[in-house]
T-cell receptor, first 115, second 113 residues
Framework: DAGVIQSPRHEVTEMGQEVTLRCKPISGHNSLFWYRQTMMRGLELLIYFNNNVPIDDSGMPEDRFSAKMPNASFSTLKIQPSEPRDSAVYFC?????????????FGPGTRLTVT | GNSVTQMEGPVTLSEEAFLTINCTYTATGYPSLFWYVQYPGEGLQLLLKATKADDKGSNKGFEATYRKETTSFHLEKGSVQVSDSAVYFCAPLSGGSNYKLTFGKGTLLTVNP
């Protein structure tokens, strides 16, 4: 079975450029999560969707970040304009839904470097 | 909101040593509890979980017991292997209308041959 798929795996960009990260959740999963991992702040939840609808975006750091889920099999996280402090590993995860004990399955991550 | 206090690393052990990684949490409601593991260069994967008090989650020789009275979920393994070298995360999943995982800072474990 294919797991959560993320692309690109690595992204290097210059400050001020737009960056788009992509995620394909596991087929049949109804919930999708975007996380950011840095040494300083650890693993932070940015936003999550349930049935393609954003439920909680309180973790999105600022207006430069936006996320969409146009259908059940695709989501994007966009940063515009990017800044060096956005450098991190971004993970997408999916789960069967919102319920007690339901496991989240993580993708391999996108390592973003903003110079 | 939820919070997790996890044993600070790094932890360095010799092969076949006993491992304990402490985890205590605060959470709204009655959370489910998870341990995730992250191997170098990879995403997180579920190691084990427990969904109610006194439940014991186990996998690959690792165990953790849901202790509601002490709000703890300590991870243990009787005999670690080099292949267990990774970062371990404790995470409660709060319930209600908003199911979100809250991750601890992670504990880096290095097992030497």
């Amino acid at each position: 079975d294919a797991g959560v798929i993320q692309s690109p795996r690595h992204e290097v960009t210059e400050m001020g450029q737009e960056v788009t990260l992509r995620c394909k959740p596991i087929s049949g999963h109804n919930s999708l999560f975007w996380y950011r991992q840095t040494m300083m702040r650890g693993l932070e939840l940015l936003i999550y969707f349930n049935n393609n609808v954003p439920i909680d975006d309180s973790g999105m750091p600022e207006d430069r970040f936006s996320a969409k889920m146009p259908n059940a099999s695709f989501s994007t996280l966009k940063i515009q304009p990017s800044e060096p402090r956005d450098s991190a590993v971004y993970f997408c995860a999916s789960s069967l839904g919102q319920g007690r004990g339901l496991e989240q399955y993580f993708g391999p991550g996108t390592r973003l470097t903003v110079t | 909101g939820n919070s997790v206090t996890q044993m600070e690393g790094p932890v360095t052990l010799s092969e076949e040593a006993f491992l304990t990684i402490n985890c205590t949490y605060t959470a709204t409601g009655y959370p489910s509890l998870f341990w995730y593991v992250q191997y170098p260069g990879e995403g997180l994967q579920l190691l084990l979980k427990a969904t109610k008090a006194d439940d014991k989650g186990s996998n690959k020789g690792f165990e953790a017991t849901y202790r509601k009275e002490t709000t703890s979920f300590h991870l243990e393994k009787g005999s670690v292997q080099v292949s267990d070298s990774a970062v371990y995360f404790c995470a409660p999943l709060s319930g209600g209308s908003n199911y979100k995982l809250t991750f601890g800072k992670g504990t880096l474990l290095t097992v030497n041959p």
